[in-house]
């Protein structure tokens, strides 16, 4: 295995990326009279990878296009969008005192009429509270922000990761991002600093991280996570990735975790984040602790980065006090599920304050996160609390949404046992299980044959005859001779997954 510049060498088809979808044109022939023409556009782009949206997505969203228009002629008559963890897109209510607050943030003048709140609306006090002291706070959502983000809000982020960990936290090291997906961006562009830099990255991966860094020209260093131990860090596996790439001569400079895992689901240990802090002291590595999913946690507690730090720096002195770390978590996931407003944060810990000082000038060129991102991130952290008017109503709703997710990922792993030649793990944490599949030699012919993966081919066979769109393994990177599929667990009802267990069995029977 060697690192390669923005991508993976896990050697699986990567015909999912949406460059296959776009109509095929031979670069040095294009006679398009625009100035920009595809062979213009930086290569970089050009090269970056997203397969959650990618060809399987736009197929499933025609799908879904002629369903609407009343087309008969599919073997089904819905489209399940198993491909990404959107919760409200699949059905998941959005909690109702965060929407009361942001309705009042929008629209300030119905705050003159409290009792119309209240006795029409189901507003409780507590809801119109809270907005006047964000909007006293912000002034109005329309308005730019501090770039870091709103000052109250980061006190408020900086109170709950006190009281989630046990260990103090300055707002001053606290940035609001658009989404997590931008707080990466933003780490990624400020750490590498030429096409030799490079970030240890878990595969199977998010592939956020792959794209960015190959936006970025950097160098992505595989490591993979352990099927077998329940996709624990495999801390041997990213010692040997480490060691290959500084002998090539990349300077390898942070390590991705993902915890809970994307697309794995697994919640990492005490033990497990312990190594990984360990590597990352005697290897002065950057540790970027995705925790994106920390509410969606269904054995075990999930622990902190920051946390194990903070406890590892107090029971050895001196070993990991140089250790840089940077954790993210955002409003899209968990029980809040609000990933179109775009709200979330990361905290820095062990910085350089003249790197900080970077980090700050390169979010402000964007000016701010969006305000209204924001004021959901203060919502997402700071709750109503048991004996408050709205707690009753946030706790049932939360819990409700909670025990839903829980109950249909244990029925898709139900199923998946069910099924000849696929292999699951049992699902500990974030929205998706990402199980194995035996597929028969002739299947895999079949797929050469079209010249797509085995894993593609056989999503693809699936989205074809049950509408259900999932992510071919090697959108996120596999062993290889590996094959797997991402899904969510959000799609509301089980009847969705009696279709895959129906389709499987067929597809099976079909190249025995
Ligand atoms: C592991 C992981 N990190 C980050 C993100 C992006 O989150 P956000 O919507 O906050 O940008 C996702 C989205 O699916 C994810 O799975």
Not at 301 to 316: A, M, P, T
């Amino acid at each position: 295995m060697s690192t390669v510049t923005g991508t993976t060498t896990t050697g699986t088809n990567t015909s999912s990326s949406i460059l296959s979808i776009a109509p095929k044109r031979d670069l040095s022939t294009s006679t398009d009279v625009r100035r920009l023409a595809l062979q213009h556009v930086n290569p970089n782009v050009r090269k970056a990878k997203y397969a959650v949206r990618g060809e399987l997505a736009v197929k499933a969203e025609e799908y879904r296009v002629r369903l609407t228009e009343g087309d008969k002629s599919l073997p089904f008559d819905s489209v399940i969008f198993a491909n990404i963890g959107n919760p409200q897109q699949l059905d998941q209510k959005p909690i109702t005192f965060f929407r009361q607050v942001l309705s009042l943030l929008e629209n300030p003048t119905l705050l003159e009429q409290p009792e119309v709140l209240k006795t029409a609306f189901g507003y409780q006090q507590d809801a119109v509270d809270r907005a006047q002291t964000l909007l006293q706070e912000v002034q109005s959502v329309g308005a730019y922000s501090h770039s870091q983000g709103a000052p109250a809000i980061r006190a408020s982020v900086a109170k709950f990761i006190e009281e989630r960990d046990g260990f103090p936290a300055n707002p001053q090291d606290l940035f609001l991002c658009a989404g997590a997906s931008s707080g990466v961006s933003t780490l990624l562009n400020v750490m590498c600093d030429s096409p030799n830099s490079g970030v240890l990255v878990p595969i199977p991966q998010y592939p956020l991280y792959t794209a960015t860094l190959s936006l970025l020209d950097a160098q992505c260093v595989p490591y993979y996570l352990e099927e077998h131990k329940a996709w624990g860090t495999d801390i041997d596996a990213i010692r040997s990735s480490l060691q290959m790439a500084k002998a090539e001569g990349t300077d390898v400079r942070s390590i991705v975790v993902i915890n809970p895992g994307n697309p794995t689901g697994a919640s990492l240990s005490a033990d497990d984040i312990k190594s990984v802090l360990d590597i990352a002291a005697e290897e002065r590595l950057i540790v970027i602790a995705d925790e994106v999913y920390q509410t969606n946690v269904f054995s075990g507690e999930f622990i902190s980065f920051k946390k194990r730090l903070r406890q590892l720096q107090h029971e050895v002195p001196g070993k990991y006090d140089h250790v840089e770390l940077a954790s993210l978590h955002s409003v899209s996931k968990g029980m809040v599920g609000e990933c179109g407003h775009r709200g979330g944060y990361f905290e820095l810990v062990g910085f350089d304050p003249l790197v900080v000082e970077q980090i700050y000038k390169f979010v402000s060129i964007m000016l701010c996160p969006p305000v209204i991102g924001q004021c959901l991130v203060e919502l997402m952290v700071n709750p109503p609390k048991p004996g408050q008017p709205s707690h009753d109503l946030y706790n049932k709703e939360y819990s409700g949404i909670r025990t839903g997710l829980h109950q249909r990922a244990l029925a898709l792993y139900e199923a998946f046992k069910r099924m000849d030649g696929v292999e699951c793990q049992e699902p500990q944490g974030s929205m998706y299980l990402f199980p194995t599949i035996t597929l028969p030699a002739k299947a895999i012919e079949a797929a050469h044959a079209a010249n797509r993966a085995p894993d593609e081919f056989y999503c693809l066979r699936l989205l074809d005859a049950t509408g259900v769109c999932v992510v071919p393994g090697s959108g996120f990177g596999q062993k290889a001779n590996t094959l797997h599929f991402r899904t969510t667990f959000l799609a509301p009802g089980t009847a969705w997954v009696e279709r895959i267990v129906k389709f499987h069995a067929e597809f099976m029977e079909e190249y025995k």
